[in-house]
């Protein structure tokens, strides 16, 4: 249980351009989703935490207007790069909490990632 | 501020024992996570402490002393596939994950 799915897996795109992409809780609700972006050879840095139905909440220095976060159900949430430069190119990554879970309730689990390239 | 220290890299051998420490200075604490991930991909939940004392998982045993803000990852009769960077995590008061940076684990044969 507790599989969540992100959608591409890869992409290239032009600068400039937009590109979303998409985070799925398969076989749970997560009221909670969790965006990451990890550069090589560095650790994780938390993007914004997406609550269902509520504005996400962004960590300092990420710009809100660029990186659009949408989390309008309980097993979907998207984050959209708008106008991507080539420093946005990054591993972004998603989580989610399962809340139904007894006792590891906080315990995150990732999508598989999506890698963008721009050029 | 918050802090979470692990080493950088390590280097073990097939089939030998190997022990991740991490070191942490948060505010408040709700539990410590650790995550394997393997490269170009997403991390992988291994264990959870929120108690002191060992948690045993097969190959994987995690310890933790709240007191000294200490826990370990040790992995036993390692494996190729054993080469990863691993993750240590705090959950903090506010129930945020604060993230170490990871240790690269090499496995020679």
């Known amino acids: 249980g507790a599989v969540v799915s992100q959608h591409p897996s890869w992409v290239i795109c032009k600068s400039g351009t937009s590109v979303k992409i998409e985070c799925r809780s398969l076989d749970f609700q997560a009221t909670t989703m969790f965006w990451y972006r990890q550069f090589p050879k560095q650790s994780l840095m938390l993007m914004a935490t997406?609550?269902?139905?509520?504005?996400?909440?962004?960590e300092q220095g990420v710009e809100k207007d660029k990186f659009l976060i949408n989390h309008a159900s309980l097993t979907l949430s998207t984050l959209t790069v708008t106008s991507a430069h080539p420093e946005d190119s990054s591993f972004y990554i998603c989580?989610?909490?399962?809340?139904?879970?007894?006792?590891?309730?906080?315990?995150?689990?990732f999508g598989p990632g999506t890698r963008l390239t721009v050029t | 501020g918050q802090n979470i220290d692990q080493p950088t890299e390590m280097t073990a051998t097939e089939g030998a024992i190997v022990q991740i420490n991490c070191t942490y200075q948060t505010s408040g604490f709700n539990g410590l996570f650790w995550y394997q991930q393997h490269a170009g991909e997403a991390p992988t939940f291994l264990s959870y402490n929120v108690l002191d004392g060992l948690e045993e998982k097969g190959r994987f045993s995690s310890f933790l002393s709240r007191s000294k803000g200490y826990s370990y990852l040790l992995l036993k009769e390692l494996q190729m596939k054993d080469s990863a960077s691993y993750l240590c995590a705090v959950l903090d008061s506010n129930y945020q994950l604060i993230w170490g940076a990871g240790t690269k684990l090499i496995i020679k044969p």
């Open positions: 989580s989610a909490r399962d809340p139904g879970l007894a006792g590891e309730g906080y315990e995150q689990y």
């Open positions: 997406s609550n269902e139905g509520s504005k996400a909440t962004y």
